[in-house]
């Protein structure tokens, strides 16, 4: 049983993003006001909860938070302005997207996006404050069936099992394949690739 992750009031909301480590696919964030009156049981780090009480979680996130949002920051633009400032990119896009106006943000990790609301880093915030694990959700959840998606296109990377990540069998594929539209050229070994 997770431990009693923290309240925010509810004008704050907790951003969190998936997505920085592949080598595929875009970097994900999400932004999420959760109702204090109605807290979600069971929200922890999307990390270290299955992919079944995720998506279960993802739902109860989505029919009672005060607001939430979603967005991403596409290979390309990872590719242009390098990964920290496409995740960043991409909370700024999902805490404009929110229905209501948060007076401020707690944001997992170390670094903060520029935001027009003061802001602050809370490090392993996932696994400590409500509204950031369920921003580590919703992030987590959209990406992975992004992935899936993906997979539909390009089933030769096996994309639907490694989400992206350099396993082995993707690092294998990337070998016999070449990078598709979907990879991120300034990976290293996407790049490494593309000078052959």
Request: proline share 8%; charged share 20%; aromatic share 4%.
């Amino acid at each position: 049983m997770p431990a009693q992750l923290s309240a925010l009031p509810a004008d704050v909301c907790g951003i969190d993003e998936a997505g920085r480590g592949p080598l595929a696919g875009p970097v994900v964030a999400a932004a999420v006001i959760l109702n204090p009156e109605r807290p979600i049981p069971g929200l922890n780090d999307s990390k270290k909860l299955s992919e079944k009480r995720r998506l279960i979680l993802a739902e109860e996130i989505r029919a009672h938070a005060l607001a939430w949002c979603v967005a991403e920051a596409s290979p390309a633009e990872i590719d242009r302005i390098n990964i920290l400032q496409a995740t960043f990119l991409a909370m700024q896009r999902a805490v404009a997207g929110l229905a209501l106006a948060p007076a401020r943000a707690v944001v997992d990790g170390n670094r903060c996006p520029r935001l027009e609301i003061p802001v602050q880093a809370v490090v392993q915030g996932d696994g400590k404050i409500a509204a950031i694990a369920a921003a580590s959700i919703l992030a987590k959840t959209v990406r992975d069936a992004g992935m899936v998606a993906l997979h539909q296109n390009y089933p030769q990377y096996g994309f639907e099992r490694h989400m992206g990540y350099p396993t082995a069998a993707h690092l294998a594929a990337l070998q016999a394949h070449g990078p598709c539209p979907a990879h991120r050229r300034s990976f290293g070994p996407v790049a490494q690739l593309s000078l052959l």
